[in-house]
C-alpha cells in the first residue's frame, strides 16, 4: 500500500506543477471517472450524459479505454447507428453505450490519440470520456466525479483505503480535482455527505443521482415487458458487474424473487462453460426466467441459439439527477465559458 500511495501520489503532483501534461485536442471534452474500483455507476452516467448532450444538440462521440476487451489499439465502435465491431473486441460498457445512444464511439488506451482519431472518424464536437478521472494526459472542459453514496458511508470497514488493501484509486483529497462530484445514491434514499468526509467536497458543485427500474427487456426477442409483469416471478439472477449489490436490490424492490444467483466477476466474459451452468442452475431451481443486467446481456444475446428453450430477461436501469434542469444549467454554462476563454485567448 505505502508503494502504490506514493506512486499516485508523485504522479498527481507531476500534473499538478506542470512536468506532466495535458494535452489539449479540438472538441469539447467532459471527463466521467471515480476515485474507486468499479461499482459507481460511471456507464449510467455516460448514457445519461450523452443522451443528454445529443439532444441539446451537440455532436456528441464516447471514448473508452475498453476495459476487458481483446484487442488494443484504437477501434471504431460506430459512427452513430450500426455498430462496427464486436462486443469481445470493444469491450461490454462501450458497446452497451453505442447500442443505447446511438453515437460515434471508439475505445484507445492512448485517449489523446483515440480522441483525435475519433474526431477524424466521425466529425464530433464533443467527446465524453468514460472512465477518466485518473487518465490526465488530456485536458478535459469538465472533470466529472461520480461517488457511490453507500461507499462515501462505509467507514466501517476497509473500502475507504487506497489499494489493494481497500478499492479507492485515490485518496479522497483527490476530489479537488472534480469540477462537479455527482453522489449516485442508486436505490436508496438520499442523504447528507458523511460529516468527516465534507471537508474533501467544500467548493465543488454537488449534484445528486439515482437509478429507475424502467422496465425487462427480453434478450434474444428485444420485447419490452412492464416492471409489473415480473412480480414474484421466481428467476435464476445472473450477474457479472462490479458491484451486484445494487442490481439484487433493484430487482427486490420489483418484487422479483432473488434467492437463486449466479454471480460472475466484473466484465466476465461469457463461454460455453459458463452458458452449461446457467442452463443447468435453470433448470435446477426451477426458475421461470433468468433475469441479467444490461452489460451482461450484450455478452449472453451471442449464446441465444444455446439459449433458446430459456427465457433471458435484463433490467433495463436508467439514471436520473435529482435536479436535471439545474445540471443542464451547468454543463451549458462550463462549456460555454470555455469557449468564450478559449475565443478569448486566440485574440
Not at 502504490?4 to 485536442?25: C, E, M, Q
Not at 458497446?95 to 474526431?119: D, F, M, Q, W
Not at 466477476?265 to 433448470?283: A, L, V
Request: net charge positive; charged share 30%; hydrophobic share 35%.
Amino acid at each position: 500500500m505505502p508503494i502504490y500511495t506514493a506512486i499516485v501520489l508523485i504522479r498527481n503532483w507531476f500534473f499538478d506543477i506542470g512536468i506532466f501534461k495535458s494535452d489539449k485536442i479540438s472538441a469539447k471534452v467532459i471527463s466521467v471517472g471515480n476515485i474507486t474500483v468499479g461499482g459507481s455507476g460511471k456507464t449510467p452516467t455516460v448514457i445519461y450524459l450523452s443522451n443528454l448532450l445529443k439532444n441539446e444538440g451537440r455532436k456528441v462521440g464516447v471514448l473508452s479505454r475498453g476495459y476487458g476487451r481483446k484487442s488494443k489499439g484504437y477501434i471504431l465502435v460506430s459512427k452513430g447507428e450500426e455498430i462496427l465491431t464486436s462486443v469481445d473486441l470493444c469491450g461490454d460498457e462501450i458497446y452497451h453505450t453505442a447500442l443505447e445512444c446511438k453515437i460515434p464511439a471508439a475505445v484507445s488506451e492512448n485517449r489523446v490519440l483515440g480522441a483525435k482519431r475519433l474526431i477524424e472518424d466521425s466529425g464530433v464536437d464533443t467527446i465524453v470520456l468514460d472512465d477518466a478521472f485518473q487518465h490526465r494526459w488530456i485536458s478535459r472542459d469538465i472533470n466529472l466525479l461520480i461517488c457511490e453514496q453507500r461507499f462515501l458511508y462505509d467507514s466501517s470497514s476497509m473500502s475507504q483505503c487506497l489499494l489493494p488493501t481497500g478499492i479507492m484509486r485515490e485518496p479522497f483529497s483527490s476530489v479537488k480535482r472534480a469540477d462537479a462530484v455527482i453522489i449516485n445514491r442508486k436505490f436508496s434514499e438520499k442523504k447528507e455527505i458523511p460529516e468527516q468526509l465534507k471537508k474533501y467536497f467544500e467548493g465543488k458543485k454537488i449534484f445528486t443521482a439515482y437509478y429507475k427500474a424502467v422496465g425487462f427487456v427480453d434478450v434474444k426477442k428485444l420485447t419490452n415487458y412492464k416492471v409489473e409483469e415480473f412480480g414474484g416471478q421466481k428467476s435464476l439472477v445472473v450477474s457479472g458487474i462490479a458491484n451486484p449489490h445494487s442490481f439484487i436490490n433493484a430487482l427486490e424492490q420489483t418484487n422479483v424473487d432473488t434467492q437463486n444467483r449466479i454471480i460472475f466477476r466484473d466484465h466476465k466474459n461469457y463461454t460455453g462453460k459458463e452458458i452449461q451452468r446457467i442452463r443447468k442452475e435453470f433448470y435446477e431451481t426451477n426458475s421461470h426466467s433468468v433475469v441479467t443486467t444490461e452489460k451482461d446481456a450484450v455478452k449472453l444475446s451471442k449464446y441465444s441459439k444455446e439459449l433458446d428453450d430459456i427465457d433471458v430477461f435484463f433490467l433495463k436501469i436508467e439514471l436520473e439527477l435529482d435536479e436535471t434542469e439545474k445540471f443542464k444549467e451547468y454543463l451549458n454554462n462550463m462549456l460555454t465559458n470555455h469557449i468564450k476563454k478559449g475565443a478569448e485567448t486566440r485574440k
